[in-house]
């Protein structure tokens, strides 16, 4: 990870350092893009955040449990509890439609004139990957959808967000997804379609970076660690969050494992850096930025999984988190 240099160093936090910002948060609904629509909500931000999951109608990831109109409640909630104007707008929208981005940037434009922030966290393709198939073996219709809901998500989210985004200097474009571009490149993040439809991003911010730089903007790919998002919980490991290092017993390395809020902290410290352009179309990690910017998980701990990965995971059976987090 490129830029050394801690920014915030001997510089107090602001209580609420993107207040007056607004941000677009596409994949809003569960993990990370909930956790993240949140943190942006705390540091005074208003969020619109979107995703195909509401109270009336379930979505093929099957989550009912999950809702965009409870994002923004919790958004909104956060905002409070700091005391500052952080706002959360739900908008439910299936970002394979493109009249429904459209309709989307539209009512931002329309009732907030600007946009500052955009993060294409759009995602849900999990029940769809057939982990342990060849690429020929795999279903060729799960695959393509696979590669529509991680790829063509985000051009379309792009494409209508980015001409509101690059109206005003300072704004920030990020890419998410699973895996640093140095743990990606040299790795197979099989099978064939996943690896795509998670490699692709990272070509995307590094493109973007390219055409929005001359507007004064940023963009960059962000990646979590091993992400405990509900799913992962309740439904691969069966614990709860209070509970979660039973799961270890499953799979000893998962004590490497962070939150949803590292990632949502790691994006509010680089929406809030005024030198966010240093990471102009990097790769990006919530363990990495943690050590840029001194933010912690909840349990005050900071997972750097990708080295952790890296240097341990595949080096050995025996888990041993010393030095990681």
Same mark, same amino acid.
Request: aromatic content about 6%; charged content about 25%; proline content about 5%.
């Given at each position: ?22 941000? +677009? ?15 942006? $909500?705390?540091?005074?931000? /208003? ?7 509401? %109270? ?11 809702t965009?109109?409870?994002t923004?409640?919790?958004?909104t ?20 439609e ?6 989307? *940037? ?6 907030q $004139? ?14 769809h990957?057939?982990w ?9 219709d799960k695959?393509? %959808? +696979? ?12 494409? =209508? ?8 200097? $300072?704004?920030l474009?990020v890419e998410?997804?699973?895996g640093?571009?140095? =743990?990606?490149?040299?790795?197979y ?11 692709v991003?990272l070509?995307?911010a590094?493109?973007?970076?390219a ?10 790919? +962000?990646?979590?660690?091993?992400? %405990? ?9 069966? *614990? /709860? ?17 962070? /939150?949803?809020?590292?990632?949502? %902290? ?41 080295? =952790? ?12 988190? /010393?030095?990681?987090?």
């Open positions: 990870m490129d830029g050394n240099v801690n920014h915030t160093e001997n510089t107090p936090a602001l209580p609420h350092p993107l207040a007056g910002k607004i941000a +677009l948060v596409a994949g809003a609904t569960r993990g990370a893009g909930r956790a993240m629509a949140v943190e942006l $909500g705390r540091a005074g931000a /208003t969020v619109y955040a979107t995703g195909r999951t509401t %109270r009336a109608h379930i979505s093929e990831v099957g989550r009912s449990k999950e965009i109109e409870e923004a409640e919790l958004i909630a956060a905002g409070r509890e700091a005391g500052g104007p952080g706002t959360g707008i739900a908008v439910p929208t299936d970002h394979l493109p009249e429904q981005v459209e309709a989307l *940037v539209d009512r931002i434009d329309r009732e $004139g600007r946009l500052d922030i955009l993060v294409n966290d759009i995602w849900g393709g999990d029940l990957v057939e342990d198939k060849k690429m020929w073996e795999h279903d060729l695959g393509l %959808r +696979l590669m529509r809901l991680g790829i063509e998500t985000h051009i379309v989210t792009s494409r =209508y967000a980015l001409p509101l985004l690059v109206k005003n200097p $300072g704004g474009v998410v997804t699973d640093t571009e140095e =743990y990606n490149t040299h790795n993040r099989k099978p064939f379609y996943y690896d795509l439809a998670k490699g991003p070509r995307m590094h493109n973007l970076a055409e929005v730089e001359e507007y004064g903007c940023t963009a960059l790919c +962000l990646t979590p660690g091993w992400l %405990r998002s509900e799913a992962m919980l309740d439904t691969y490991f069966k *614990v /709860t969050e209070e509970n979660w290092q039973e799961g270890c017993a499953q799979n000893p390395h998962f004590a490497i494992s962070e /939150t949803p809020v590292f990632v949502g %902290r790691a994006l509010v410290a680089l929406a809030a850096d005024p030198e966010v352009a240093r990471w102009n179309g990097k790769s990006l990690s919530s363990g990495g930025l943690a050590k840029e910017y001194g933010f912690t998980d909840v349990d005050g701990t900071a997972p750097d999984a990708w080295r =952790y990965i890296t240097e341990v995971d595949q080096g050995s059976k025996t888990a041993d988190v /010393t030095g990681y987090r």
